[in-house]
């Protein structure tokens, strides 16, 4: 499922705004469909003109009801509907905001749900990096000395590039609870940290523009350093 909303707060109509040449949809689409892991591709949104994009990518189109296309609707009833009409054993959200994620990577996350044998899996993003909430440390200690970024256990932020879900146990979740997009065995899977650029705002879709077509022009630069290293010895440079 590739998920869109034609409504969007920050970035207005975000999901069809070209990014280099081609709408933010197209890249999830594409991706889904390079990744050679998915039985279907169903274009999962509220508005018609999803469908033409749809059709233009060859995959299908489902026009969810209005009601869920408000701001306010929660992703789980958006996913309990899809279920509901499109019955799967597994079913993945494949996010359109994650331009720049890869059929590859969305083949490591899938590979990923099965070998762990999850129901519910997401995207993050891994940082080693002194993280507070509210004020209190999450994941150092505040009264020993400061710890090195490098030994701190990584703080794991959502990316929801692609979230996975077994449809049995969320169906089962939801309908208990009216939720579920945690629901029975949850796992997390770190993307690139081109893949967690999420667009949201104008300045993400600047910044991901940027990306784009600086990689276009020039092939990945190795690692170079100023001359004053001449002299330096390996030893001390490790």
């Known amino acids: 499922m590739?998920?869109?909303?034609?409504?969007?707060?920050?970035?207005?109509?975000?999901?069809?705004?070209?990014?280099?040449?081609?709408?933010?949809?197209?890249?999830?689409?594409e991706a889904a469909k390079a990744s050679h892991v998915f039985d279907r591709v169903i274009v999962n949104a509220d508005h018609t003109a999803f469908g033409q994009l749809a059709a233009r990518h060859g995959v299908e189109f489902y026009l969810r009801p209005a009601e869920l296309g408000s701001s306010t609707t929660k992703s789980?009833?958006?996913?309990?509907?899809?279920?509901v009409k499109h019955p799967a054993d597994v079913v993945a959200w494949v996010n359109p905001i994650s331009p720049l994620q890869t059929g590859e990577e969305i083949r490591a996350v899938v590979k990923s749900f099965?070998?762990?044998?999850?129901?519910?899996?997401?995207?993050?993003?891994?940082?080693?990096?002194h993280c507070a909430l509210q004020g209190v440390p999450v994941n150092f200690d505040a009264t020993t000395p400061f710890a090195q970024t490098q030994d701190l256990p990584p703080?794991?932020?959502?990316?929801?590039?692609?979230?996975m879900w077994r449809?049995?146990?969320?169906?089962?979740?939801?309908?208990?609870?009216?939720y579920?997009?945690?629901?029975?065995?949850?796992?997390?899977?770190?993307?690139?940290?081109?893949?967690?650029?999420?667009?949201?705002t104008p300045e993400d879709l600047q910044i991901a523009e940027a990306?784009?077509?600086?990689?276009?022009?020039?092939?990945?630069?190795?690692?170079?350093?100023?001359?004053?290293?001449?002299g330096i010895p390996n030893e001390v440079a490790r």
């Open 167 to 178: 449809t049995a146990t969320f169906m089962r979740a939801f309908e208990a609870h009216g």
């Open 211 to 230: 990306l784009l077509q600086g990689a276009s022009r020039h092939a990945p630069a190795a690692v170079r350093y100023d001359p004053c290293v001449q």
């Open 155 to 163: 703080v794991q932020l959502f990316v929801y590039s692609v979230m």
């Open 76 to 83: 789980d009833s958006v996913i309990h509907d899809f279920m």
């Open 2 to 29: 590739v998920p869109g909303r034609i409504g969007s707060t920050r970035l207005k109509m975000k999901n069809l705004v070209l990014l280099n040449g081609k709408p933010l949809m197209s890249y999830a689409i």
């Open 180 to 200: 579920a997009l945690l629901s029975g065995k949850v796992g997390f899977f770190p993307v690139s940290k081109r893949t967690a650029l999420i667009i949201k």
């Open 114 to 129: 099965f070998e762990q044998e999850l129901d519910s899996l997401i995207t993050v993003r891994e940082e080693r990096v």
